[in-house]
């Protein structure tokens, strides 16, 4: 399941025999896991991995680690985070005593060096062939970070066998969506059951959009004016119900698909659509508007729409002589009072 803190939530349990593994495997099947990284509603469990045991006896004591390798934009370098303290309270650790995560930024040109690997081992308290594994683990994960076009790899723990053996015993990975045409291999993993659904169809029709839990619909064309919309919701007293870019295209029957998504949302009690009319025309976009309300048929809640740039007037003429239900703006402070009023109890 996608998400993180699956054992203290109940879902990762260790079984010494085949029948150990059928029952707890019983237990876990079905139920509804809640994680920090879940909501309250938790998530549904519908497939059980079953690994090899790693806790067995031997002349070295077992240690848990974290290691990961992201992007640090601060720098523009990739970079690798770890720790001694590895395990369930990573999170903990990073809170409470963070001076014991470890930073090691990689050299574009260079790579990642032998020199760090080795730092890598030692600053983990690791000597002689534990240490020889480790330095081997990191190569190999960094190799693979960059093969797959990685955004981020997070292994938690890292595990020490007590014969030295370095396992990674679980591991998060985060591809870039823009590079997945690189991986097709990597495309047939992707799991619809752990994703939102109306993520998932809006997905389908080239949507940019994803879930929040405010209760003002957005729908915007561009990343930084959608993130500027969401903005002003919150100055407004509303909470944004979702992040939706229709794209440069914005024509009637995207509008019309934006328009049934976010309707999907029950929280949401108002629509914001602000859109920039640059490489489209700011009256094209109101037709648009215009003939997807019509086609979805009554809305019940209020819709405001601000359209600028391109014709930006005749927009705004066009929906003010349509007839329907909604309120147009050209000044974003205008939007952002049509949508207080929208909010008020008595709207």
Same mark, same amino acid.
């Given at each position: 399941?996608?998400?993180?803190?699956?054992?203290?939530?109940?879902?990762?349990?260790v079984a010494g025999t085949f029948d150990e593994v059928r029952e707890k495997a019983r237990q876990i099947l079905?139920?509804?896991?809640?994680?920090?990284?879940?909501?309250?509603?938790?998530?549904?469990?519908?497939?059980?991995?079953?690994?090899?045991?790693?806790?067995?006896?031997?002349?070295?004591?077992?240690?848990?680690?974290?290691?990961?390798?992201?992007?640090?934009?601060?720098?523009?370098?990739?970079?690798?985070?770890?720790?001694?303290?590895?395990?369930?309270?990573?999170?903990?650790?990073?809170?409470?005593?963070?001076?014991?995560?470890?930073?090691?930024?990689?050299?574009?040109?260079?790579?990642?060096?032998?020199?760090?690997?080795?730092m890598i081992a030692a600053r983990l308290g690791l000597v002689g062939e534990a240490a020889k594994n480790m330095a081997k683990l990191a190569k190999a994960v960094y190799r693979a970070y960059?093969?797959?076009?990685?955004?981020?790899?997070?292994?938690?723990?890292?595990?020490?066998?007590?014969?030295?053996?370095?396992? @990674?015993?679980? %591991? *998060?990975?985060?591809?870039?969506? +823009?590079? !997945?045409?690189?991986?097709?291999? =990597?495309?047939?993993?992707?799991?619809?059951?752990?994703?939102?659904?109306?993520?998932?169809?809006?997905?389908?029709?080239?949507?940019?959009?994803?879930?929040?839990?405010?209760?003002?619909?957005?729908?915007?064309?561009?990343?930084?004016?959608?993130?500027?919309?969401?903005?002003?919701?919150?100055?407004?007293?509303?909470?944004?119900?979702?992040?939706?870019?229709?794209?440069?295209?914005?024509?009637?029957?995207?509008?019309?698909?934006?328009?049934?998504?976010?309707?999907?949302?029950?929280?949401?009690?108002?629509?914001?659509?602000?859109?920039?009319?640059?490489?489209?025309?700011?009256?094209?976009?109101?037709?648009?508007?215009?003939?997807?309300?019509?086609?979805?048929?009554?809305?019940?809640?209020?819709?405001?729409?601000?359209?600028?740039?391109?014709? @930006?007037?005749? %927009? *705004?003429?066009?929906?003010?002589? +349509?007839? !329907?239900?909604?309120?147009?703006? =050209?000044?974003?402070?205008?939007?952002?009072?049509?949508?207080?009023?929208?909010?008020?109890?008595?709207?």
């Amino acid at each position: 399941m996608h998400a993180g803190g699956r054992g203290k939530g109940g879902g990762v349990k260790v079984a010494g025999t085949f029948d150990e593994v059928r029952e707890k495997a019983r237990q876990i099947l079905g139920m509804t896991l809640v994680t920090p990284q879940t909501s309250a509603k938790g998530k549904l469990v519908r497939k059980v991995l079953v690994e090899q045991n790693i806790y067995y006896p031997g002349p070295s004591p077992i240690r848990e680690f974290y290691f990961s390798i992201l992007l640090n934009r601060a720098t523009g370098r990739n970079m690798i985070v770890f720790s001694q303290q590895g395990g369930m309270d990573i999170e903990e650790v990073a809170d409470k005593t963070p001076e014991l995560i470890f930073h090691e930024e990689i050299h574009p040109g260079a790579g990642l060096r032998d020199f760090q690997c080795r730092m890598i081992a030692a600053r983990l308290g690791l000597v002689g062939e534990a240490a020889k594994n480790m330095a081997k683990l990191a190569k190999a994960v960094y190799r693979a970070y960059l093969g797959m076009d990685a955004s981020m790899i997070e292994i938690n723990p890292v595990f020490k066998t007590s014969d030295d053996k370095i396992i @990674a015993a679980d %591991a *998060k990975v985060v591809a870039d969506n +823009s590079a !997945l045409f690189r991986h097709p291999d =990597i495309e047939k993993m992707r799991d619809l059951d752990e994703e939102d659904p109306t993520e998932v169809e809006a997905g389908k029709h080239h949507l940019n959009y994803v879930k929040l839990d405010g209760n003002v619909g957005c729908m915007v064309n561009g990343a930084g004016l959608a993130m500027a919309t969401m903005d002003i919701i919150k100055l407004s007293g509303g909470e944004p119900a979702n992040f939706l870019d229709v794209g440069g295209s914005a024509n009637a029957e995207r509008v019309e698909r934006a328009f049934r998504i976010i309707l999907k949302d029950p929280n949401v009690k108002a629509i914001l659509v602000n859109i920039f009319g640059g490489i489209v025309r700011g009256d094209r976009v109101a037709n648009g508007i215009v003939d997807a309300y019509r086609n979805i048929g009554e809305i019940k809640i209020p819709i405001i729409v601000r359209l600028q740039g391109t014709n @930006a007037v005749e %927009a *705004k003429e066009i929906i003010e002589k +349509s007839g !329907l239900k909604v309120q147009s703006a =050209i000044l974003l402070k205008e939007a952002a009072d049509l949508v207080r009023r929208a909010l008020e109890p008595n709207a």
